[in-house]
């Protein structure tokens, strides 16, 4: 109940800044598995990603002093323009930190919002150490993009939409990079009815929480590039996601960057939907999976829309 109570006093209080995003049922689907699946369009969410709410939560709990002071932050794109665009409507300077390798199509959203840019290693690890450094040095507040218990809980009110939306939910499947987004869905939807199974999906080229989870520790791997850039990357030591995901994710798919590629050109064929390669994660694992989901009610995540033409273009050729 605890849980329960902390999501719905967080939903009430990022509402008036995050949209209550649609549930679509896809026929397409229906036809083509036979499992009755729902895309919970969270792409459509303002800034373009879930990542709105948990950056809403933080900075909306800060104190004014803090606020004075100023935020920093560290990410691949989504989460950085979140924090910019909340931050311009609350009148907090932000600076975001941002790896080099980061895609371009995810930069000029958060010049728009007024944002401070400044680019830091070759992957959002290293990127977020120095944001914590500059952070401590200057005294600002430093935003994790994933390991806080404000974003977790703020992320935690796109499950509480979905167990309203379809209250006979048996399936959820989360794209996963560090974790933020599924501790917080599936902490709430466990709490509220704790036989919903919840999959976490992550590419086989990143494949770093589902590791750690294997290894009974966070780990470090190498990185290989993928169209899931948005759940790229490693996970920050002593984590908060790590036990969550522990905890509440009943079990774990990875796809090939193959099957991304379908994933995503079957939701912009079928649904008319351009997202970005972590929002075809959760239908690409589903697609390995499905026949244990014949006759049951499920929800894919579409966690974000930032993949540039050019590269989307490229899928098809």
Same mark, same amino acid.
């Given at each position: 109940?605890?849980?329960?109570?902390?999501?719905?006093?967080?939903?009430?209080?990022?509402?008036? !800044?995050?949209?209550?995003?649609?549930?679509? !049922?896809?026929p397409?689907?229906?036809?083509?598995?036979?499992?009755?699946?729902?895309?919970?369009?969270? $792409?459509?969410?303002?800034?373009?990603?879930?990542?709105?709410?948990?950056?809403?939560?933080?900075?909306?709990?800060?104190?004014?002093?803090?606020?004075?002071r100023?935020?920093?932050?560290?990410?691949?794109?989504?989460?950085? @323009?979140?924090?910019?665009?909340?931050?311009?409507?609350?009148?907090?300077?932000?600076?975001?930190?941002?790896?080099k390798?980061?895609?371009?199509?995810?930069?000029?959203?958060?010049?728009?919002?007024?944002?401070?840019?400044?680019? $830091?290693?070759?992957?959002?690890?290293e990127?977020?150490?120095?944001?914590?450094?500059?952070?401590?040095?200057?005294?600002?507040?430093f935003?994790?993009? !994933?390991n806080?218990?404000?974003?977790?809980?703020?992320?935690?009110t796109?499950? &509480?939409?979905?167990?309203?939306?379809?209250? $006979?939910?048996?399936?959820?499947?989360?794209?996963?990079?560090?974790?933020?987004?599924?501790?917080?869905?599936?902490?709430?939807?466990?709490?509220?009815?704790?036989?919903?199974?919840v999959?976490?999906?992550?590419?086989?080229?990143?494949?770093?929480?589902?590791e750690?989870?294997?290894?009974?520790?966070?780990?470090?791997?190498?990185?290989i590039?993928?169209?899931?850039?948005?759940?790229?990357?490693?996970?920050?030591?002593?984590?908060l996601?790590?036990?969550?995901?522990?905890?509440?994710?009943?079990?774990?798919?990875?796809?090939?960057?193959?099957?991304? @590629?379908?994933?995503?050109?079957? &939701?912009?064929?079928? $649904?008319?939907?351009?997202?970005?390669?972590?929002?075809?994660?959760? &239908?690409?694992?589903?697609?390995?999976?499905?026949?244990?989901?014949?006759?049951?009610?499920?929800?894919?995540?579409?966690?974000?829309?930032?993949?540039?033409?050019?590269?989307?273009?490229?899928l098809?050729?």
């Amino acid at each position: 109940m605890e849980i329960l109570n902390t999501v719905r006093q967080a939903e009430k209080l990022i509402r008036p !800044y995050v949209l209550k995003t649609p549930l679509e !049922y896809s026929p397409w689907l229906k036809n083509e598995i036979g499992v009755d699946v729902w895309l919970k369009l969270e $792409h459509v969410q303002t800034t373009g990603s879930f990542k709105l709410r948990g950056a809403c939560n933080f900075l909306l709990n800060l104190k004014a002093e803090q606020r004075q002071r100023g935020v920093i932050t560290a990410s691949t794109g989504n989460h950085g @323009a979140a924090v910019a665009y909340i931050a311009q409507k609350l009148k907090i300077d932000c600076e975001v930190f941002l790896p080099k390798t980061v895609n371009p199509s995810k930069v000029a959203l958060m010049e728009l919002y007024g944002a401070k840019l400044s680019y $830091h290693g070759q992957d959002s690890v290293e990127s977020e150490e120095e944001a914590r450094r500059v952070a401590s040095q200057s005294q600002k507040v430093f935003i994790s993009p !994933y390991n806080d218990p404000l974003v977790i809980t703020g992320q935690a009110t796109l499950g &509480l939409e979905l167990g309203e939306q379809l209250p $006979h939910l048996d399936a959820v499947f989360v794209p996963v990079g560090g974790g933020g987004l599924v501790s917080g869905v599936a902490s709430y939807l466990k709490s509220l009815k704790p036989e919903i199974e919840v999959v976490g999906c992550q590419p086989l080229n990143s494949p770093v929480m589902y590791e750690s989870i294997k290894a009974g520790k966070i780990i470090e791997m190498p990185l290989i590039d993928t169209l899931s850039d948005g759940t790229a990357g490693g996970v920050e030591e002593e984590s908060l996601t790590f036990d969550y995901c522990r905890e509440f994710v009943d079990k774990w798919e990875t796809v090939q960057e193959e099957e991304i @590629a379908d994933a995503l050109l079957f &939701l912009a064929r079928r $649904h008319y939907w351009m997202v970005e390669g972590a929002a075809g994660l959760a &239908l690409a694992c589903l697609r390995k999976t499905y026949k244990h989901y014949v006759g049951k009610n499920v929800a894919l995540i579409l966690c974000g829309r930032k993949m540039g033409l050019d590269k989307f273009v490229s899928l098809n050729q």
